[in-house]
């Protein structure tokens, strides 16, 4: 059989199929990129959620949660997340917590370390003063005691710096009463250093350690003098307080002065629980006396 077409109709047919084998592929090619974008929304979507939650974690914040969604491993990912953050959580915590039961437990051996041989010599002055019928001084010295003692077991682990020298000095008036003209103290504390918060019974260890074991050995008049100033260190302002005294001192090629190590332990984890970044020195001299430095970040 022949089927004779014009060249026009012939150009005609195959326009058209053309045309259809177009429009199938055009068909085609949008069908797939649907499927392509919804698939990929699938996978995309949690990824960015999950990227987004790790951003919140960046700022410090423990508490976000990512909701797992998308496929399986999307899922997966965002459930690990979670579980790292919950354990991280609990970490942190725990930590907390053990660095404020550390912190209580120094708090708490200060303050016993204060109350025994302390008490005694100040009770015994006490009693002297009675005997001896000195009233002013008797009633000064339980007005001493008793601001020294309501401080001392107050509750709460911090404190200012001016609040921590009035206690100390209730505390040296007290020491007075014993050693008499052996000792002799003064403090030196600008208005800006007076206001600075630090640790509660920071200092009294180290202006103890400068009575007991620097001018009692003596039988010369000796000097205890408490310095502190806001100075700038490296562009940063920092606390600077020293302790000095014109005692005994010590030999620093023995490292440690004998006897010393337990309050001077404890005011150094104090510091470095409590005020991160901060420095501390000790210079001393035999029989020239001993200063300690201690400079605190603002």
């Given at each position: 059989i022949h089927i004779l077409l014009s060249r026009a109709g012939l150009d005609l047919?195959?326009?058209?199929?053309?045309?259809?084998?177009?429009?199938?592929?055009?068909?085609?090619?949008?069908?797939g990129l649907s499927a392509f974008a919804a698939l990929s929304k699938r996978i995309t979507d949690p990824v960015a959620r999950v990227m987004a939650g790790l951003r919140q974690v960046e700022t410090g914040d423990l508490g976000v949660r990512i909701e797992p969604a998308g496929v399986r491993e999307s899922r997966e990912l965002g459930?690990?997340?979670n579980s790292m953050l919950g354990r991280l959580q609990r970490l942190i915590q725990d930590?907390?917590?053990?660095?404020?039961?550390?912190?209580?437990?120094?708090?708490?051996?200060?303050?016993?370390?204060?109350?025994?041989?302390?008490?005694?010599?100040?009770?015994?002055?006490l009693q002297g003063l009675n005997q001896l019928g000195e009233r002013a001084a008797l009633d000064?010295?339980?007005?001493?005691?008793?601001?020294?003692?309501?401080?001392?077991?107050?509750?709460?682990?911090?404190?200012?710096?001016?609040?921590?020298?009035?206690?100390?000095?209730?505390?040296?008036?007290l020491q007075k009463l014993r050693f008499?003209?052996?000792?002799?103290?003064?403090?030196?504390?600008?208005?800006?250093?007076?206001?600075?918060?630090?640790?509660?019974?920071?200092?009294?260890?180290l202006v103890e350690n400068a009575i007991i074991h620097g001018i009692?050995?003596?039988?010369?008049?000796?000097?205890?003098?408490?310095?502190?100033?806001?100075?700038?260190?490296?562009?940063?302002?920092?606390?600077?307080?020293?302790?000095?005294?014109?005692?005994?001192?010590?030999?620093?090629?023995?490292c440690r002065p004998e006897g010393h190590g337990l309050g001077l332990d404890l005011v150094r984890q104090r510091l470095a629980n409590s005020c991160p970044g901060s420095s501390w020195k000790i210079d001393s001299q035999a029989d020239k006396g001993t200063k300690v430095t201690l400079e605190i970040p603002l």
């Open positions: 047919r195959t326009t058209g199929i053309y045309l259809i084998g177009i429009l199938f592929i055009l068909g085609n090619l949008v069908v459930q690990a997340i930590e907390y917590q053990a660095k404020l039961s550390l912190k209580e437990a120094e708090y708490q051996a200060l303050q016993a370390q204060l109350q025994p041989h302390f008490l005694y010599n100040v009770l015994y002055c000064a010295a339980i007005f001493d005691l008793h601001d020294m003692l309501r401080y001392s077991l107050e509750p709460g682990l911090w404190t200012t710096l001016g609040q921590e020298a009035a206690f100390l000095g209730h505390y040296c008036t008499q003209e052996r000792l002799g103290f003064s403090f030196e504390i600008t208005e800006a250093a007076a206001a600075v918060r630090i640790p509660r019974l920071l200092l009294q260890p009692e050995p003596l039988s010369r008049p000796c000097r205890l003098a408490m310095r502190a100033r806001i100075d700038e260190v490296e562009g940063k302002s920092r606390l600077i307080c020293t302790v000095e005294d014109d005692g005994k001192g010590f030999d620093p090629a023995n």
